[in-house]
């Protein structure tokens, strides 16, 4: 099961992008949703996670730039990037979290979108 990406693509430093992302019905109890991206050469990397209840994280390199927003009851979160630097650069993934428990305990099962490619040119 992967999740739905939208949004990326080129733009110019200074300029502003939105990514979107939704997670099939089938997927219950999402708990967190949020945002890695990673350049090349380099490790996966949080950008940004809002959970069920509204607490939301950024990266530093996303403060006061990029804002997130979602509903994880509906399964649907979204990235504004605005003031794109030329190290935004890299593929960005959508990824949703779950709770679950069995007879062994508590687990969590992770979900991730293919990627979307953000390119920003100097």
């Known amino acids: 099961v992967q999740l739905a990406e939208s949004g990326g693509g080129l733009v110019q430093a200074g300029g502003s992008l939105r990514l979107s992302c939704a997670a099939p019905?089938?997927?219950?109890?999402?708990?967190?949703m949020g945002w890695y991206r990673q350049a090349p050469g380099k490790q996966r990397e949080l950008v940004a996670s809002?959970?069920?209840?509204?607490?939301?994280t950024y990266a530093d390199s996303a403060k006061g730039r990029f804002t997130i927003s979602g509903d994880t009851s509906r399964n649907t979160v979204n990235l504004e990037m605005n003031s794109l630097k030329v190290d935004d650069t890299a593929v960005y993934y959508c990824?949703?979290?779950?709770?679950?428990?069995?007879?062994?305990?508590?687990?969590?099962?992770?979900?991730w979108g293919r990627g979307t490619q953000v390119t920003v040119s100097s």
């Open positions: 990824h949703a979290r779950r709770s679950m428990s069995d007879g062994l305990g508590p687990y969590e099962e992770d979900y």
């Open positions: 019905d089938t997927i219950l109890s999402i708990n967190t």
């Open positions: 809002i959970t069920r209840n509204g607490v939301i």
